[in-house]
């Protein structure tokens, strides 16, 4: 007999059915075991009666927690089991055996990170999961969508993107300090609008901040894309369809997983109905000012308390626009209005999520790179294939990277961006 999912089971209501799947719970008396199965799709009661198991009884009892079994039986209605069925088992097989399971209920965080390749199996890792699973999904459908190609940039390179404090270098054979894991695509990807003209990517990204908080990973999940012949608006506005492209997915598949995370639906609802809110970094200050009563100096970057009063004034994501030259990347383009500021957006989420994406239109202006460059302690030789798409056939262009993490934190509502990746890795995690 085929076996079927246990959702599949319970949408098909009464009948023989053949589950496969683990204990989830288990108890007993000494004439019926009580097992409660679990698959990837939800769980069901099963239940095993003595008289028909009398020669494999002992085995029966001593079934553990996580032990995986196929099982056979006859599925009811039952409104006092855990999902509203249950089944009579009438043959069943343990395939594996399992003992002593390390993770009972109430252990610590740390426990929990030390035991993550067997907490996956949770109840609230494998809602996270099939969340994250969406998510991906609903990203690459977006830009298929929206006519970009897939396109990868390497992750070995040889310059820095955001910031030469925090990169991981590499031993690449005999060379020390010249090899560093990628911290964005973009440097790589930028060369290649001139021939896919739009494209986007799904990567790893790598930073050595030495940040231990809610929101840093040392490695994470970084979807970026980068366009031709655009201007600043139309990055910000891809931004925007973006995210709400991910939440309609969410929203449409995930009700029960964010059900079981107890996540607020309401907070993620108006990010679908209603504009981002766009402002400039010059007058968020303003509004910091008068509505949070904090002064932040001109020309200083926003930190996350700033960033958190903020958001915490709106319930969509903020767009704040044109920061502070000298607080941004180097290939961000200066503002024709004014050379003080560049063309550079950060995504702030709601409910004190933070940053979740960060763009900007390019610079194009060959010198002012170089000089940027310069001023930063960086040699431009060493960018030389990086200034050859400035020197034949430059376009205006711009894209922008979304921390994957950090987008499906704020969707499920989670405390730290450490249960948004299967195996966080931060500072001071790199095991398992
Ligand atoms: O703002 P960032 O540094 O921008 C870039 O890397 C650009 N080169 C992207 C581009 O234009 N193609 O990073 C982009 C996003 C941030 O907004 C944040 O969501 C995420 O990457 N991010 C992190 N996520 C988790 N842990 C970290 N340590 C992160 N650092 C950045």
């Excluded at 008396?29 to 009398?54: A, G, M, P, Y």
């Excluded at 460059?373 to 430059?394: M, N, V, W």
């Amino acid at each position: 007999m085929k076996k079927i999912s246990i959702q599949d089971a319970i949408t098909q209501g009464s009948g023989e059915v053949a589950l496969h799947g683990w204990v989830f719970r288990e108890r007993g008396s000494n004439k019926l075991k009580f097992i409660v199965l679990r698959d990837s799709t939800t769980i069901i009661q099963c239940i095993f009666d003595r008289q028909k198991f009398e020669n494999s009884w002992d085995e029966i009892d001593h079934l553990q927690v996580e032990a995986s079994l196929e099982i056979r039986g006859e599925l009811r209605k039952d409104e006092r089991a855990p999902t509203g069925y249950e089944v009579q088992v009438n043959s069943y097989q343990v395939i594996g055996k399992s003992e002593n399971f390390p993770i009972v209920k109430d252990q610590s965080t740390e426990f929990l990170a030390d035991n993550r390749h067997l907490w996956l199996r949770s109840r609230r890792m494998t809602a996270i999961l099939k969340i994250r699973s969406t998510v991906f999904g609903a990203i690459h459908e977006f830009f298929h969508k929206q006519g970009f190609y897939e396109y990868q940039s390497p992750i070995f390179q040889a310059v820095q993107c955001e910031g030469g404090s925090d990169l991981f270098s590499v031993d690449y054979f005999e060379k020390k300090n010249e090899v560093f894991l990628s911290q964005s695509w973009q440097l790589y990807a930028e060369p290649a609008i001139f021939s896919l003209e739009k494209i986007y990517t799904i990567a790893p990204s790598f930073r050595a901040e030495p940040s231990k908080t809610s929101r840093h990973l040392t490695e994470y999940w970084h979807a970026e894309m980068e366009l031709a012949w655009c201007n600043f608006k139309d990055i910000q506005n891809y931004g925007e369809k973006l995210i709400k492209h991910v939440f309609k997915r969410v929203l449409e598949r995930n009700k029960p997983e964010l059900a079981v995370l107890e996540r607020d639906i309401s907070k993620l609802e108006p990010v679908l109905k209603k504009k981002f809110v766009r402002m400039t970094y010059t007058h968020a200050l303003k509004i910091l000012q008068e509505q949070a009563s904090l002064d932040v100096e001109w020309g200083k970057d926003l930190r996350t308390i700033e960033e958190d009063k903020l958001t915490a004034l709106y319930d969509v994501p903020v767009i704040c626009t044109h920061y502070p030259k000298k607080v941004k990347a180097f290939y961000m383009m200066e503002d024709p209005k004014n050379a003080d500021v560049v063309q550079g957006c950060d995504f702030l989420a709601p409910e004190g999520h933070g940053e979740i994406i960060g763009g900007s239109q390019r610079e194009h202006d060959l010198e002012k790179i170089k000089e940027r460059l310069r001023a930063q302690g960086e040699d431009p030789i060493k960018y030389e294939f990086y200034l050859d798409t400035r020197r034949y056939g430059s376009v205006p262009h711009g894209g922008f990277g979304l921390g994957v993490e950090r987008l499906i934190k704020w969707i499920c509502g989670l405390d730290s961006i450490k249960d948004a990746i299967p195996f966080p890795r931060t500072m001071e995690r790199y095991k398992p």
